[in-house]
């Protein structure tokens, strides 16, 4: 493991594994760490060598001076290209691959726009970035969204009750609920959902051009989805699915918690 010191940013630590040779940057869904991805080990990690990295508010990454204004504004995308230019500064600038799954897709998106000619192949499960999400928008760009967001998370019950009322509508299911829960049973980890999604708020991939790259460039790009996801969808995705040519667009039989040991036996046993 290690970390990058990104001016402007602070220092974002990364975590490294897997038996493969081939450089891929990950980056995780939200609640997790770069070790999400380990429990691939038959499958991506195989091939792969692994630089998991946290998320800010998350894990052992953490920002350098940024004032609460600052995070509520949002990271310029610019900052983005900055972890693979400091990543070379510390491995060498070359060819490399991204994966990301859930919100954790808009940073692999971005670097893939940004170094279409240094990538190899693009990873994304259950991928934020690729449609726009109603949800998020409204917390995140409408004026009344964003202050209800700022109650809920002030909120002991608002948040709980919320959730609930998800679920009850089908949603969510059991297993993001039961994430999501344990995510906001504090007013710190409250904070951390309220602060997370308010950092990233402006990392916005363009899908037209990065499907136009991919194109281009030859670089191989797997899509999974769960079939009974109603968070990251695949039909919110075909769009960008339909742009992409030679794209292997898989649909399991899971909902939005794809990165497990079930996700691993389904890769390695697709047919060569």
Same mark, same amino acid.
């Given at each position: ?37 380990h ?43 900055a ?20 919100i ?38 409408r ?8 109650v809920? =998370?002030?909120? *002991?019950? %608002?948040?709980?009750t919320?959730?609930? !009322? @998800?679920? /009850?509508?089908?949603?969510? &299911? ?11 049973? =504090?007013?710190? *980890?409250? %904070? ?5 999604? !308010? @950092?990233? /708020?402006?990392?916005?991939? &363009? ?14 790009c ?51």
């Amino acid at each position: 493991m290690g970390f990058l010191d990104i001016d402007g940013l602070g220092k974002a630590h990364y975590h490294e594994y897997g038996t493969g040779s081939k450089p891929m940057l990950a980056f995780h869904g939200y609640g997790m760490t770069g070790r999400q991805f380990h429990v691939l080990e038959k499958s991506i990690l195989q091939d792969h060598h692994i630089y998991g990295f946290d998320h800010f508010f998350h894990g052992e990454s953490k920002l350098n001076g940024w004032t609460e204004q600052q995070i509520l504004t949002g990271m310029p995308r610019d900052l983005v290209k900055a972890y693979a230019e400091e990543w070379f500064k510390q491995h060498g600038r070359q060819r490399f691959s991204v994966m990301g799954y859930s919100i954790g897709a808009n940073l692999a998106l971005i670097l893939a726009e940004e170094y279409p000619d240094l990538i190899d192949e693009v990873i994304l499960m259950a991928p934020d970035g690729l449609a726009v999400y109603k949800g998020f928008d409204i917390l995140m760009n409408r004026p009344w969204g964003r202050y209800m967001f700022k109650v809920v =998370t002030k909120s *002991k019950w %608002l948040a709980p009750t919320l959730l609930k !009322n @998800l679920k /009850r509508v089908n949603f969510i &299911d059991q297993s993001l609920y039961t994430i999501a829960y344990n995510e906001i049973d =504090t007013e710190q *980890k409250r %904070l951390d959902v309220y602060y997370t999604l !308010n @950092l990233i /708020r402006l990392l916005k991939p &363009d899908t037209n051009k990065i499907a136009s790259l991919i194109n281009t460039h030859n670089i191989k790009c797997t899509l999974i989805f769960g079939k009974h996801d109603n968070l990251f969808p695949k039909k919110a995705a075909l769009p960008f699915i339909g742009s992409v040519q030679n794209a292997k667009v898989h649909e399991v039989d899971m909902g939005h918690w794809l990165v497990t040991k079930q996700l691993d036996e389904y890769l390695v046993n697709l047919p060569q």
